[in-house]
Protein backbone atom coordinates (compact mmCIF):
# COMPACT_ATOMS: atom_id res chain seq x y z
CA UNK A 1 0.00 0.00 0.00
CA UNK A 2 2.68 2.14 0.53
CA UNK A 3 4.32 1.76 -2.28
CA UNK A 4 0.94 2.64 -3.98
CA UNK A 5 0.51 6.15 -2.12
CA UNK A 6 3.88 6.71 -3.12
CA UNK A 7 3.15 6.64 -7.17
CA UNK A 8 -0.02 8.45 -6.49
CA UNK A 9 1.22 11.23 -4.44
CA UNK A 10 4.56 11.29 -7.07
CA UNK A 11 2.55 10.89 -10.10
CA UNK A 12 3.61 14.22 -11.59
CA UNK A 13 7.64 14.18 -11.02
CA UNK A 14 7.53 10.41 -11.92
CA UNK A 15 6.02 11.21 -15.20
CA UNK A 16 8.44 13.94 -15.85
CA UNK A 17 11.85 12.01 -14.74
CA UNK A 18 10.41 9.22 -17.16
CA UNK A 19 9.87 11.15 -19.76
CA UNK A 20 13.21 13.22 -19.66
CA UNK A 21 14.74 9.47 -19.20
CA UNK A 22 13.29 8.05 -22.69
CA UNK A 23 13.44 11.29 -24.60
CA UNK A 24 17.93 10.61 -23.34
CA UNK A 25 17.82 6.92 -24.68
CA UNK A 26 16.49 7.74 -27.58
CA UNK A 27 18.46 10.63 -28.41
CA UNK A 28 21.92 9.28 -27.23
CA UNK A 29 21.92 5.31 -27.83
CA UNK A 30 22.37 4.48 -31.47
CA UNK A 31 20.67 1.24 -31.31
CA UNK A 32 17.09 3.20 -30.45
CA UNK A 33 17.61 5.75 -33.56
CA UNK A 34 15.49 4.16 -35.56
CA UNK A 35 12.42 3.76 -32.97
CA UNK A 36 13.25 7.34 -31.81
CA UNK A 37 12.21 8.46 -35.51
CA UNK A 38 9.59 6.39 -35.88
CA UNK A 39 8.06 7.97 -32.25
CA UNK A 40 8.78 11.68 -32.87
CA UNK A 41 5.37 12.13 -34.71
CA UNK A 42 3.70 9.70 -33.00
CA UNK A 43 4.34 11.63 -29.82
CA UNK A 44 3.28 14.76 -31.56
CA UNK A 45 -0.14 13.48 -32.78
CA UNK A 46 -0.34 11.76 -29.16
CA UNK A 47 -0.03 15.28 -26.75
CA UNK A 48 -2.76 17.41 -27.78
CA UNK A 49 -5.11 13.95 -28.29
CA UNK A 50 -4.03 13.15 -24.21
CA UNK A 51 -4.73 17.17 -23.56
CA UNK A 52 -8.34 16.77 -25.24
CA UNK A 53 -9.06 13.59 -23.13
CA UNK A 54 -8.08 15.49 -20.09
CA UNK A 55 -10.44 18.08 -20.16
CA UNK A 56 -13.18 16.41 -21.51
CA UNK A 57 -13.40 13.84 -18.27
CA UNK A 58 -12.49 16.64 -16.63
CA UNK A 59 -15.82 18.49 -17.91
CA UNK A 60 -17.78 15.74 -17.25
CA UNK A 61 -17.80 16.65 -13.78
CA UNK A 62 -18.40 20.72 -13.91
CA UNK A 63 -21.21 21.83 -12.57
CA UNK A 64 -22.03 24.68 -15.76
CA UNK A 65 -24.44 26.64 -13.89
CA UNK A 66 -21.71 27.58 -11.51
CA UNK A 67 -19.10 28.73 -14.07
CA UNK A 68 -19.41 32.37 -13.95
CA UNK A 69 -16.27 35.39 -12.75
CA UNK A 70 -15.70 35.71 -9.09
CA UNK A 71 -13.80 38.76 -7.41
CA UNK A 72 -10.21 36.68 -7.27
CA UNK A 73 -10.61 36.04 -10.91
CA UNK A 74 -10.45 39.85 -11.14
CA UNK A 75 -7.59 40.24 -8.42
CA UNK A 76 -5.31 37.14 -9.96
CA UNK A 77 -5.91 39.17 -13.29
CA UNK A 78 -4.45 42.59 -11.94
CA UNK A 79 -1.24 40.81 -10.41
CA UNK A 80 -0.64 39.06 -13.51
CA UNK A 81 -0.56 42.49 -15.55
CA UNK A 82 1.63 43.89 -12.74
CA UNK A 83 3.95 41.29 -12.74
CA UNK A 84 3.96 41.43 -16.70
CA UNK A 85 4.24 45.63 -16.48
CA UNK A 86 7.47 44.95 -14.59
CA UNK A 87 9.33 42.75 -16.84
CA UNK A 88 8.69 44.97 -19.41
CA UNK A 89 10.06 47.98 -17.78
CA UNK A 90 12.99 46.25 -17.11
CA UNK A 91 13.18 44.91 -20.80
CA UNK A 92 12.40 48.54 -22.48
CA UNK A 93 15.07 50.08 -19.86
CA UNK A 94 17.95 47.69 -20.34
CA UNK A 95 19.38 49.10 -23.11
CA UNK A 96 20.34 52.55 -21.12
CA UNK A 97 22.54 50.02 -18.24
CA UNK A 98 23.50 46.98 -20.57
CA UNK A 99 23.59 45.93 -24.26
CA UNK A 100 24.38 42.10 -23.22
CA UNK A 101 22.29 39.70 -25.46
CA UNK A 102 22.16 37.14 -22.71
CA UNK A 103 20.11 39.42 -20.38
CA UNK A 104 17.76 40.63 -23.03
CA UNK A 105 17.15 37.09 -23.61
CA UNK A 106 16.72 35.91 -19.64
CA UNK A 107 14.15 38.99 -19.42
CA UNK A 108 12.08 37.97 -22.39
CA UNK A 109 12.07 33.81 -20.73
CA UNK A 110 10.65 35.32 -17.48
CA UNK A 111 7.99 37.18 -19.57
CA UNK A 112 6.99 34.24 -21.36
CA UNK A 113 6.59 32.63 -17.94
CA UNK A 114 4.13 35.40 -16.95
CA UNK A 115 2.11 36.17 -19.98
CA UNK A 116 1.49 32.90 -20.55
CA UNK A 117 -2.31 31.97 -20.23
CA UNK A 118 -3.26 30.20 -17.03
CA UNK A 119 -2.50 25.69 -17.98
CA UNK A 120 -5.88 24.11 -19.40
CA UNK A 121 -4.62 21.51 -16.78
CA UNK A 122 -5.01 23.85 -14.00
CA UNK A 123 -8.68 22.43 -13.13
CA UNK A 124 -7.61 19.29 -13.21
CA UNK A 125 -5.28 19.39 -10.17
CA UNK A 126 -7.07 21.90 -8.59
CA UNK A 127 -9.91 19.26 -8.74
CA UNK A 128 -7.43 16.67 -7.45
CA UNK A 129 -6.15 19.15 -4.50
CA UNK A 130 -10.48 19.39 -3.58
CA UNK A 131 -10.85 22.64 -5.30
CA UNK A 132 -13.72 24.16 -7.61
CA UNK A 133 -13.64 23.18 -11.00
CA UNK A 134 -16.30 25.27 -12.03
CA UNK A 135 -14.24 28.60 -11.17
CA UNK A 136 -10.97 27.20 -12.42
CA UNK A 137 -12.11 26.26 -15.75
CA UNK A 138 -13.69 30.39 -15.58
CA UNK A 139 -10.64 31.90 -14.91
CA UNK A 140 -9.00 29.45 -17.68
CA UNK A 141 -11.21 31.34 -19.84
CA UNK A 142 -10.12 34.92 -18.93
CA UNK A 143 -6.72 34.24 -18.95
CA UNK A 144 -6.48 33.78 -22.74
CA UNK A 145 -8.34 36.33 -23.16
CA UNK A 146 -6.08 38.06 -20.69
CA UNK A 147 -3.13 37.38 -22.95
CA UNK A 148 -4.76 37.71 -26.34
CA UNK A 149 -4.67 41.58 -25.02
CA UNK A 150 -1.37 41.33 -23.72
CA UNK A 151 0.82 39.57 -26.63
CA UNK A 152 0.34 41.88 -29.51
CA UNK A 153 0.76 45.63 -27.64
CA UNK A 154 4.26 43.81 -25.56
CA UNK A 155 5.94 41.99 -28.30
CA UNK A 156 6.43 44.65 -31.02
CA UNK A 157 8.05 46.91 -28.09
CA UNK A 158 10.16 44.20 -27.09
CA UNK A 159 11.23 42.77 -30.62
CA UNK A 160 10.99 45.42 -33.27
CA UNK A 161 10.71 43.07 -36.35
CA UNK A 162 7.87 40.88 -34.55
CA UNK A 163 5.38 40.62 -36.86
CA UNK A 164 2.53 40.51 -34.83
CA UNK A 165 -0.44 42.23 -34.86
CA UNK A 166 -3.22 42.63 -32.82
CA UNK A 167 -6.29 40.97 -34.54
CA UNK A 168 -3.52 38.35 -35.87
CA UNK A 169 -2.37 37.48 -32.53
CA UNK A 170 -5.68 38.22 -30.55
CA UNK A 171 -7.61 35.57 -33.33
CA UNK A 172 -4.48 32.83 -32.68
CA UNK A 173 -5.32 32.46 -28.87
CA UNK A 174 -8.70 32.63 -29.78
CA UNK A 175 -8.62 29.41 -31.82
CA UNK A 176 -6.42 27.12 -29.28
CA UNK A 177 -9.20 28.52 -26.74
CA UNK A 178 -12.06 26.84 -29.25
CA UNK A 179 -9.68 23.65 -30.07
CA UNK A 180 -8.13 23.03 -26.40
CA UNK A 181 -11.43 24.42 -24.07
CA UNK A 182 -14.50 24.80 -26.18
CA UNK A 183 -14.56 21.94 -27.89
CA UNK A 184 -14.46 18.86 -25.04
CA UNK A 185 -16.84 21.23 -22.89
CA UNK A 186 -19.35 21.22 -25.68
CA UNK A 187 -18.70 17.27 -25.78
CA UNK A 188 -18.81 16.76 -21.98
CA UNK A 189 -22.09 18.98 -22.03
CA UNK A 190 -23.54 16.25 -24.47
CA UNK A 191 -22.52 13.60 -22.82
CA UNK A 192 -23.61 14.97 -19.46
CA UNK A 193 -26.57 15.89 -20.82
CA UNK A 194 -27.99 13.46 -23.27
CA UNK A 195 -25.53 9.99 -22.72
CA UNK A 196 -25.97 9.46 -19.09
CA UNK A 197 -24.65 5.62 -18.69
CA UNK A 198 -22.12 6.72 -20.57
CA UNK A 199 -21.44 9.93 -18.16
CA UNK A 200 -21.60 7.87 -15.38
CA UNK A 201 -19.07 5.15 -16.69
CA UNK A 202 -16.08 8.06 -17.20
CA UNK A 203 -17.14 9.82 -13.98
CA UNK A 204 -16.77 6.69 -11.89
CA UNK A 205 -13.06 6.61 -12.77
CA UNK A 206 -11.82 8.13 -9.79
CA UNK A 207 -9.05 10.44 -11.01
CA UNK A 208 -8.60 9.45 -14.52
CA UNK A 209 -7.86 12.88 -15.96
CA UNK A 210 -5.15 13.47 -13.61
CA UNK A 211 -3.03 9.96 -15.10
CA UNK A 212 -4.13 11.00 -18.21
CA UNK A 213 -2.51 14.12 -17.59
CA UNK A 214 0.43 12.11 -16.02
CA UNK A 215 1.01 11.02 -20.29
CA UNK A 216 0.88 13.94 -21.89
CA UNK A 217 3.34 15.89 -18.87
CA UNK A 218 5.27 12.25 -19.85
CA UNK A 219 5.65 13.61 -23.71
CA UNK A 220 5.82 17.38 -22.78
CA UNK A 221 9.13 16.39 -20.83
CA UNK A 222 10.52 15.07 -23.37
CA UNK A 223 9.87 17.79 -25.98
CA UNK A 224 11.20 20.26 -22.72
CA UNK A 225 14.34 18.05 -22.26
CA UNK A 226 15.41 17.96 -25.97
CA UNK A 227 14.99 21.80 -26.34
CA UNK A 228 17.04 22.14 -23.37
CA UNK A 229 19.71 19.91 -24.93
CA UNK A 230 19.68 21.34 -27.95
CA UNK A 231 19.74 25.05 -27.11
CA UNK A 232 22.45 26.83 -28.40
CA UNK A 233 23.32 29.15 -25.20
CA UNK A 234 26.10 29.14 -22.46
CA UNK A 235 25.80 26.56 -19.47
CA UNK A 236 25.66 30.26 -17.28
CA UNK A 237 22.89 31.65 -19.13
CA UNK A 238 20.52 28.28 -19.06
CA UNK A 239 21.40 28.18 -15.40
CA UNK A 240 20.36 31.39 -14.95
CA UNK A 241 17.03 30.81 -16.62
CA UNK A 242 16.24 27.70 -14.77
CA UNK A 243 16.84 29.42 -11.16
CA UNK A 244 14.76 32.74 -11.86
CA UNK A 245 12.34 30.56 -13.52
CA UNK A 246 12.00 28.28 -10.66
CA UNK A 247 11.84 31.68 -8.49
CA UNK A 248 9.37 33.58 -10.55
CA UNK A 249 7.18 29.74 -10.01
CA UNK A 250 7.08 30.36 -6.26
CA UNK A 251 6.37 33.57 -6.18
CA UNK A 252 3.15 33.37 -8.63
CA UNK A 253 2.14 30.28 -6.38
CA UNK A 254 2.61 32.13 -3.27
CA UNK A 255 1.24 35.33 -4.34
CA UNK A 256 -1.83 33.69 -6.11
CA UNK A 257 -2.82 31.66 -3.00
CA UNK A 258 -1.97 34.93 -0.90
CA UNK A 259 -5.06 36.91 -3.08
CA UNK A 260 -7.44 33.89 -3.05
CA UNK A 261 -7.27 33.88 0.72
CA UNK A 262 -9.09 36.35 1.06
CA UNK A 263 -11.82 35.12 -0.77
CA UNK A 264 -11.65 31.68 0.57
CA UNK A 265 -10.27 30.48 -2.50
CA UNK A 266 -6.23 30.44 -2.21
CA UNK A 267 -6.10 26.60 -3.52
CA UNK A 268 -7.72 27.97 -7.12
CA UNK A 269 -6.39 31.33 -6.84
CA UNK A 270 -2.99 29.89 -6.72
CA UNK A 271 -3.13 27.26 -9.70
CA UNK A 272 -4.90 30.16 -11.35
CA UNK A 273 -1.66 32.42 -11.37
CA UNK A 274 1.46 29.82 -10.88
CA UNK A 275 0.35 27.19 -13.34
CA UNK A 276 0.88 28.42 -17.02
CA UNK A 277 0.25 26.76 -20.19
CA UNK A 278 4.21 26.66 -21.26
CA UNK A 279 3.51 24.90 -24.64
CA UNK A 280 1.89 27.70 -25.84
CA UNK A 281 4.78 30.24 -24.38
CA UNK A 282 7.40 27.69 -25.84
CA UNK A 283 5.31 28.22 -29.22
CA UNK A 284 5.25 32.35 -28.86
CA UNK A 285 9.04 32.84 -27.80
CA UNK A 286 9.64 30.43 -30.99
CA UNK A 287 7.71 32.42 -33.26
CA UNK A 288 7.94 35.92 -31.80
CA UNK A 289 11.04 36.55 -29.58
CA UNK A 290 14.25 35.10 -29.43
CA UNK A 291 14.21 31.71 -29.60
CA UNK A 292 16.19 30.71 -26.58
CA UNK A 293 13.60 32.89 -24.56
CA UNK A 294 11.73 29.41 -25.13
CA UNK A 295 14.35 27.50 -22.22
CA UNK A 296 12.26 29.72 -19.43
CA UNK A 297 8.75 27.86 -20.18
CA UNK A 298 10.76 24.78 -20.47
CA UNK A 299 12.19 25.16 -17.32
CA UNK A 300 9.15 26.44 -15.59
CA UNK A 301 7.09 23.16 -16.84
CA UNK A 302 9.05 21.14 -14.63
CA UNK A 303 9.32 23.32 -11.63
CA UNK A 304 5.68 24.26 -11.53
CA UNK A 305 4.57 20.62 -11.43
CA UNK A 306 7.18 19.89 -8.43
CA UNK A 307 4.93 22.56 -6.92
CA UNK A 308 1.84 20.65 -7.82
CA UNK A 309 3.15 17.54 -6.53
CA UNK A 310 4.30 19.16 -3.22
CA UNK A 311 0.34 20.38 -3.08
CA UNK A 312 -0.97 16.81 -3.43
CA UNK A 313 1.31 15.19 -1.15
CA UNK A 314 0.52 17.51 1.86
CA UNK A 315 -3.11 17.54 0.52
CA UNK A 316 -2.97 13.51 0.39
CA UNK A 317 -1.04 13.76 4.07
CA UNK A 318 -3.59 15.89 5.64
CA UNK A 319 -6.55 13.40 4.58
CA UNK A 320 -4.98 10.68 5.89
CA UNK A 321 -4.49 12.48 9.47
CA UNK A 322 -7.84 13.48 9.71
CA UNK A 323 -8.96 9.95 8.68
CA UNK A 324 -6.81 8.32 11.39
Not at 142 to 154: D, G, K, Q, R
Not at 188 to 201: L, P
Not at 207 to 216: H, I, K, T
Amino acid sequence: MSIIRFVKDWTLPMSMGLGALLYLLFAFVPVLDGPSRFFAPVCDFLLPVFMFLVLFVTFCKVDFRQMRPVWWHFWVSVFNVFFVAIVMMLILCLPQFSSSVDAVVLLEALLMCIIAPCATAAAVVTQKLGGSLEQMTTFTFISNFLTALLVPVCFPMIEKGADVSFLAAFWKILYQVVMLLLLPMLLAYVVKHHMHRFHRKIVSIRDLSFYLWGCSLMIVTGTTVKNIVHAQASVWLLTAIALLALVLCVVQFAVGRFVGHYFGHAQEAGQALGQKNTAFAIWMAYTYLNPLSSVGPGCYILWQNIVNSVEIWQNNKTKSTKSV
